[in-house]
């Protein structure tokens, strides 16, 4: 599956936005999906992710209230809606989606960029 993110922007704090994730190359719905950010220098950390059919979600404590995953798998299409943005949430945000056990061996789309700035 090759997945293409976008959505990504400058933001003022108390911000939204809404990435999305466009899937293509095999059934979207085969596939976990989530999504990741990274700041410079540091290491790729989960954010969110949601189940094949779109009922179990999971979130990283900070973004828990604020972020909300959701995906159509008609239109093969996956989303993050940020809401209430913090500087801290500033990052480069990539879209995955794995068919195994673990992320590494998934597939990943190319970063958009998030800035949370005044």
């Known amino acids: 599956v090759q997945l293409q993110a976008s959505g990504g922007g400058l933001v003022q704090p108390g911000g939204s936005l809404r990435l999305s994730c466009a899937a293509s190359?095999?059934?979207?719905?085969?596939?976990?999906a989530g999504w990741f950010r990274q700041t410079p220098g540091k290491e790729r950390k989960f954010v969110a992710d949601?189940?094949?059919?779109?009922?179990?979600?999971h979130y990283v404590d900070p973004v828990k209230g604020r972020f909300a995953i959701s995906r159509d798998n008609l239109k093969n299409t996956l989303s993050l809606q940020m809401n209430s943005l913090k500087p801290e949430d500033t990052a480069v945000y990539y879209c995955?989606?794995?068919?195994?056990?673990?992320?590494?061996?998934?597939?990943w789309g190319q970063g958009t960029q998030v800035t949370v700035s005044s």
């Open positions: 995955a989606a794995k068919l195994g056990a673990d992320w590494i061996s998934g597939y």
């Open positions: 190359g095999d059934t979207f719905s085969r596939y976990e």
């Open positions: 949601i189940s094949r059919s779109g009922i179990g979600t």
